[in-house]
């Protein structure tokens, strides 16, 4: 940090599937703009509907152009009548310019170590350069099946990216649910970097008030009775837990809203608005920015397995039912599982899925939900500061030296 400057902090989503990378972003800037050090925060992020957030005081973001992934897997661009390298080349120079210019004493990558489609190996470089910028790669607690994750990193060639140019990796949950550096093999010197935060509480981000749900639930001029509310992420994939949703037999004392989430298909949007045009107790909304001011009041829940509808879950403590993507990565899936296990949700699985199925577990008297702060961290946002602050203070990390020890480990010599 050069002279009496504020501390400057960029974080990076891609941003292709959903808008759970640029949540989880929010609300780690909100939790670091509210930190006993003042800093500017920056987000750099592939999702237009970043914009459609509340920023924080000292929180501003620059949206780049879109990405989404096709039916076969691949990046393409999502608005843009451009090719894929086209696209690359315009968003990979507008964020090597961004930062370069934002000369951030902190860049935080979400999950993708070298951007979608690599597009961050020359900011990542300059910034290294410079040696004004500490790099920290931040996970969520589950990437996919470990030997899904290793064939992809190695053809990324990720370790090598974390040791050109990483000080840190911060892994956004609790190793006692899933040790992510044991479970994906991580060689000693990448395991070195690691730091286990806990789950991020997104009660946090919102700043809410009871005064503030009570107005969204009267907003929504539903009848008296107690509300199931259906969560599917960003939508693109919710299709089928959505439209079993809204046709799923209600308790008589019981409401329904559906949150379909901004890339929801437009005729899966129509029908579900059709739906609720036939029964006076469900209402659909096709966005909410801020959608714990309805989980807060919620009764039951039904949703996609996303890290943060499941962190927001937990922190809640409210009787959920998750219905897990399980393609094409089975991250949501393996997590679910895990908490199931603990007892903290319920879990049904996609194939699965049948309006009768959601109104028998609607209908079905539960027990008490269990209290996951007693069994998991959900103290992540607390601990950030704290980690931003020993990173600054530490030595810089300079270039590792690798040597292959016996049994294909790598020591790190700084």
Not at 173 to 182: K, L, Q, R, T
């Amino acid at each position: 940090m050069t002279g009496s400057r504020r501390r400057r902090i960029a974080l990076y989503s891609h941003d292709t599937m959903g808008l759970g990378h640029t949540r989880r972003n929010m609300l780690i800037a909100h939790t670091l703009a509210s930190a006993t050090t003042p800093a500017d925060i920056l987000l750099v992020t592939g999702a237009a509907e970043a914009n459609a957030f509340t920023m924080p005081p000292a929180v501003d973001c620059l949206s780049l152009p879109s990405l989404q992934k096709g039916a076969d897997g691949r990046y393409e661009a999502r608005r843009l009548d451009l090719s894929l390298r086209d696209l690359s080349a315009l968003r990979a120079d507008t964020i090597k310019a961004a930062l370069l210019s934002f000369d951030p004493d902190v860049l935080i990558v979400d999950n993708v170590p070298r951007g979608a489609a690599r597009e961050l190996d020359a900011t990542l470089a300059a910034l290294r350069a410079t040696g004004n910028t500490r790099i920290v790669l931040g996970l969520r607690d589950i990437l996919d099946e470990p030997a899904v994750v290793a064939h992809e990193w190695e053809r990324a060639e990720n370790l090598q990216a974390l040791r050109d140019y990483y000080d840190a990796i911060w892994v956004y949950g609790d190793p006692s649910v899933y040790d992510a550096a044991h479970a994906y093999r991580f060689p000693i010197d990448i395991a070195a970097m690691v730091s286990y935060t806990g789950y991020l509480d997104g009660r946090l981000r919102s700043g809410f008030s009871e005064a503030e749900s009570d107005a969204a639930i009267e907003a929504l001029c539903l009848p008296p009775g107690r509300l199931a509310l259906c969560l599917v992420g960003g939508g693109q994939d919710g299709a089928s837990v959505a439209s079993a949703f809204v046709q799923a037999p209600l308790p008589d004392d019981m409401n329904a809203v559906i949150v379909t989430g901004p890339y929801m298909p437009d005729d899966v949007q129509q029908q579900l608005h059709k739906a609720a045009c036939d029964n006076p107790r469900l209402r659909v909304l096709d966005f909410l920015p801020e959608p714990t001011l309805l989980l807060n009041r919620a009764d039951r829940v039904i949703a996609m397995g996303g890290y943060n509808t499941v962190c927001e879950l937990l922190a809640f403590a409210k009787p959920a039912l998750i219905v897990p993507r399980v393609t094409p990565r089975r991250e949501q899936w393996i997590r679910a599982e895990r908490l199931r296990q603990l007892g903290l949700i319920d879990t049904l699985h996609p194939n699965a899925v049948t309006p009768a199925a959601l109104g028998e577990w609607l209908a079905t008297d539960l027990p008490p939900a269990t209290r996951a702060r007693d069994l998991i961290n959900l103290n992540g946002l607390d601990r950030l500061p704290d980690l931003l602050q020993e990173l600054l203070t530490s030595p810089a990390r300079i270039a590792w030296t690798l040597n292959l020890q016996a049994g294909g480990d790598y020591v790190c010599v700084a």
